[in-house]
Nanobody, 122 residues
Framework: QVQLVESGGGLVQAGGSLRLSCVAS????????MGWFRQAPGKERDFVAA????????YYADSVKERFTISRDNAKNTVTLQMNSLKPEDTAVYYC???????????????WGQGTQVTVSS
């Protein structure tokens, strides 16, 4: 069983930065792939980024490449999403998730956090 808690969301102007963190409870965090997803009102939950268990490989949605960076610290049971050059279209609730593989499909992740709101003003 893994419990995930996100933090770091907030209101930022376009062009600004935010750093989201996700802290996991449980003994086996380092064995899970971790992903970040986001969901805007009235829209589906979309893939943002993922990282394999070791942190040596990462994956990004095209819309966030070169702006967002995912990383993890297995010693601290933490995965982080650094978001730079934010745009109004990045506004959404951001969720972290844990699963067996780095997939962009949300239904393949086993555990989810409650989400953190990111709002980017123009």
């Amino acid at each position: 069983q893994v419990q995930l808690v996100e933090s770091g969301g907030g209101l930022v102007q376009a062009g600004g930065s935010l750093r989201l963190s996700c802290v996991a409870s449980g003994r086996f965090f380092s064995t899970y792939a971790m992903g970040w997803f986001r969901q805007a009102p009235g829209k589906e939950r979309d893939f943002v980024a993922a990282i394999i268990w070791s942190g040596s490989r990462t994956y990004y949605a095209d819309s966030v490449k070169e702006r967002f960076t995912i990383s993890r610290d297995n010693a601290k049971n933490t995965v982080t999403l650094q978001m730079n050059s934010l745009k109004p279209e990045d506004t959404a609730v951001y969720y972290c998730a844990a699963g067996g593989s780095t997939t962009s499909r949300p239904d393949e992740y086993e555990y989810w956090g409650q989400g953190t709101q990111v709002t980017v003003s123009s």
